[in-house]
């Protein structure tokens, strides 16, 4: 791996690991998310505690830092790997910011924007499955868990690279490992559905 490639995965890092979450919910006067709400630095505690725009500007920013992260790598790093890794490490950017002491999202958005480059269809129909989850269950977790799931099991039945499916397959184990809690909480019914304000 050159130089260049190694940039690239950095600058995904870099880039995941910009905390749009905390600095919106901050300029709308939430002291600090983190001990806001369910405490998640992602656009469903942004929704639940500043409202619905602030909540869809948030994840909007998350998307696109997702989809920046994987065009600078085709950019510059000819292949695969390099823009599968830079969007994992976006992704990892943001569930573990090195700004706010690793305490960062769960990642969904993020994935979504990265996996929406990568693999379009098998996004599309990861989407779809979190959409019906949320849908049917009015827990954005379980859809989100849903979701991931179904991710690296789309992209290799629909024929995507390797390194796409790899980077699937680890973002998804990684997105239901940080639903642990959030999992947890739908079992013992004290889950957040949504709709409901912090």
Known sequence: MNVMSIACIIAGYIVGSIPFAWLVARQLGTEDLRNAGSGNLGAANVWRTSGASAGLLVAALDIAKGVASVLVAERFAAGDAVPAAAG??????????????????????????????????????????????????????????????????????????????????GVSALVVFRHRSNLVRVLEGTERRIGVRA
């Open 88 to 169: 994992a490490a976006a992704i990892i950017g943001h569930m573990y910011p090195v700004w706010l002491r690793l305490r960062g999202g769960k990642g969904v958005a993020t994935a979504c924007g990265v996996f929406a480059v990568l693999t379009p269809a098998a996004a599309l129909l990861a989407v779809g499955i979190f959409a019906v989850g949320v849908l049917t269950t009015k827990y954005v977790s379980v859809g989100s868990v849903l979701g991931s799931v179904a991710l690296p099991l789309a992209a290799y039945g629909l024929g995507s690279s390797q390194p796409a499916v790899n980077a699937a397959l």
